[in-house]
């Protein structure tokens, strides 16, 4: 396959400047959402974290489509073609979210853990499917990797790894902001980062995969959920304690297993039955059928 490699430096800087104005955009508008989330709070007498999460993600949610829908790439977003795909190709993140699951189930069961109240439940749950699964799915992969990717051949293997690679690594780094509060170490977030980084790499191999980011949001979500189900359904622990928790065998055991996973997926000859995503919108339809 003939692929067209951009200038090195050019590329590199063009890239750099769409990072720093997504990134950027993040930051901001997270502030504007935290903001928006403490007005709420106080007008409606809901004093519930996974709430204040929802409602301070929902700036940058709104700011990221209008900069998918300036680049055409809205439609792509909302397509449900794929999805199922995707589903099958993650299946590694839904066999171990569901095996979290039963585990939690079971742990609660003896120890007769009471669920929070319903309304506690519902706040966790929008959190970790909104704020977690779409606002970062939709950064990372939906605007980081294809900035990245946008800069090579469509069906480039090169382009495709180094997006990957880059959406995951911007992923990982993210996590650092956690160090705001004041209940979190340093070393706690670290492990936390390298554990993002390595499940970074799976959302995009899935994600170039499928071609589908709704797949992505609900796998994403769905690892979310299990992982936090403890705090969101029975308030065992909070967030900041459970990445507290976070372990250094604990995250080096994900990025061996998760880091060999994508390289499985985006080993060439699948890489080759890739139809790339980031076509002009009127072929967005075939764009979002994914290959096994």
């Known amino acids: 396959m003939n692929e067209t490699i951009p200038t090195p430096a050019g590329a590199f800087w063009r890239v750099f400047i769409r990072i720093v104005l997504v990134t950027g955009t ?38 990221f489509l209008t900069i998918a829908a300036v680049n055409g790439r809205l439609k792509l ?22 095996m979290s699951l039963l585990t939690d189930f079971y742990v609660a069961r003896e120890e007769g853990f009471v669920r929070l109240p319903a309304e506690d439940i519902v706040f966790f749950t929008l ?13 990372f992969r939906g605007l980081i990797l ?6 090579f ?12 690679a880059v959406s995951a ?23 936390q980062a390298l554990g993002a980084f390595a499940i970074g790499l799976l959302f995009g191999a899935v994600y170039v995969r499928s071609g589908c980011l709704l797949a992505t949001v609900f796998l994403h979500g769905l690892e979310d ?13 909070t967030l900041s304690e459970s990445i507290e928790q976070v372990s250094v065998s604990g995250q080096f055991q994900p990025l061996i297993f998760f880091g ?32 096994e």
């Not at 977003?77 to 569901?98: D, E, K, N």
């Open 26 to 63: 993040f930051l901001l508008t997270s502030l504007a959402g935290s903001f928006l989330a403490r007005r709420l709070g106080e007008l409606t007498g809901i004093d519930n974290s996974y709430f204040r999460l929802l409602i301070s993600s929902l700036p940058s949610i709104a700011a």
């Open 77 to 98: 977003i909302f397509s449900p073609r794929g999805f199922f795909t995707g589903l099958s190709v993650g299946a590694s993140i839904l066999v171990m979210a569901l």
């Open 127 to 139: 959190a970790v499917f909104i704020s977690a699964g779409f606002r970062e799915e939709l950064m």
């Open 146 to 151: 294809e900035a990245v990717r946008s800069e």
């Open 153 to 164: 051949d469509p069906r480039s293997k090169k382009g495709i790894y180094i997006s990957v």
């Open 169 to 191: 690594a911007a992923f990982g780094a993210i996590h650092f902001l956690n160090l705001t509060s004041a209940d979190v170490t340093l070393k706690a977030v670290t492990f």
């Open 225 to 237: 959920f299990a992982g936090l189900m403890p705090s969101g359904v029975y308030g065992q622990r």
């Open 260 to 291: 060999a996973i994508a390289l499985y997926l985006l080993r060439p000859s699948a890489i080759d039955k890739v139809v790339a995503p980031v076509a002009p919108p009127d072929d967005s339809n075939a764009n979002c059928q994914g290959q």
